[in-house]
């Protein structure tokens, strides 16, 4: 399986070929943080928020 370094907790952690897609989201096993492979060559993850992407807040804007 392929091997890489969550960005969230530095652990050295591996994931199963099929998730090893680009775009595709993964769960840390040490810190359970969700993770997205951003680069499949050499793999690289990214930590993803899951606040939600929809935040009301940000999405007003009030342009005169
Ligand atoms: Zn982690």
């Known amino acids: 399986m392929p091997r890489v370094i969550c960005p969230a907790c530095a652990a050295d952690i591996e994931i199963e070929q099929e ?3 680009l775009f595709n989201q993964v769960r840390c096993p040490k810190c359970d943080a969700l993770l997205e492979v951003i ?19 940000g999405d007003k804007e009030e342009d005169e």
């Open 19 to 21: 998730d090893a897609s």
């Open 39 to 57: 680069e499949e060559s050499p793999l690289e993850l990214e930590e993803v928020s899951e606040e939600g992407e929809e935040d009301e807040e």
